[in-house]
């Protein structure tokens, strides 16, 4: 059992590699992005500029963020249900292997863009008056700042993954219907949990303000996310 989970990590790790580069258009925006956090940290003294600079990069950084999500769906439903689809079922790896690579590549350009965020909070210097504004989060350390992150990327990462599986028969309009559906499908979860929260709001407050019930739903959300996924592939598929 355990050198079967190794291969499908060891598996994965490979063909993460050969993929991570491939997405050309957020490794351009990352350039991008670099480039304005070294013309904000060197213009301090324009303010103009310096206020100009900073604009832009919010901007560019809402370029990401969609491109991110784009790309992720894109190269799922490319390589595993559209025109790679053949070469990637003929590989002689296991399917959660082909799944977890996958979500390896675009956690590490989660973590790219969450480290070029932080860049911009240096070079701007808003950092301690960001944390001292958001009082609610302020009593977590910088090691549970990035379970969040990755617990919530996560979860993302994988509800896109499962909505391209659910939408892969779709031949047209599939950008639409998917869109719809992942906002759908978040609706409805939104309104579920506001009717739990709302009848079992005392257990919320036991656990430690919610905190608890927040990682156990999310990792619970994220496993069901995945279960749904593979489902989808391993019984569903259609190329």
């Known amino acids: ?30 350039i991008i992005i670099s480039v304005f956090n070294l013309l904000i940290m060197i213009s301090k003294e324009n303010n103009i ?3 100009l ?3 832009m990069q919010i901007f560019t ?8 999500v784009l790309t992720a769906a894109i190269s799922f439903y490319h390589g595993v ?11 002689p790896i296991h ?33 301690d008056n960001l944390l001292n504004r958001l009082n609610v989060i302020t009593n977590l ?25 659910i939408i892969h028969r779709k031949k047209t309009y599939t950008l639409l219907f998917g869109i719809l ?18 009848l079992f709001n005392d257990i919320a407050i036991e656990y430690n303000n919610g905190k608890t019930m927040f990682y156990l739903v999310n990792i619970f959300l994220t496993i069901l996310y995945y279960s749904i996924c593979r489902y989808i592939i391993k019984n569903k598929l259609s190329l």
């Open 81 to 91: 249900f559209g025109k790679y689809a053949y070469f990637t079922h003929s590989l």
């Open 181 to 198: 559906t992942y906002f759908g499908i978040k609706i409805l979860l939104m309104i579920i949990f506001a009717l739990i929260s709302s």
């Open 1 to 30: 059992m355990n050198n079967s989970i190794s291969k499908i990590f060891l598996d994965s790790v490979k063909i993460c590699k050969h993929e991570f580069l491939s997405s050309r258009i957020l490794l351009i925006i990352t």
């Open 95 to 127: 399917l959660d292997s082909i799944i977890i690579s996958k979500i390896f590549v675009f956690l590490l350009w989660a973590f790219i863009g969450i480290l070029e965020f932080g860049l911009l909070f240096v070079v701007t210097k808003t950092y």
């Open 61 to 68: 950084f809402s370029i990401f963020f969609i491109t991110y």
């Open 141 to 165: 350390d910088t090691l549970e700042y990035m379970l969040i992150f990755l617990i919530l990327t996560l979860s993302e990462l994988i509800y896109i993954f499962m909505i391209t599986a």
């Open 53 to 55: 600079l900073i604009l």
């Open 49 to 51: 500029v310096y206020a």
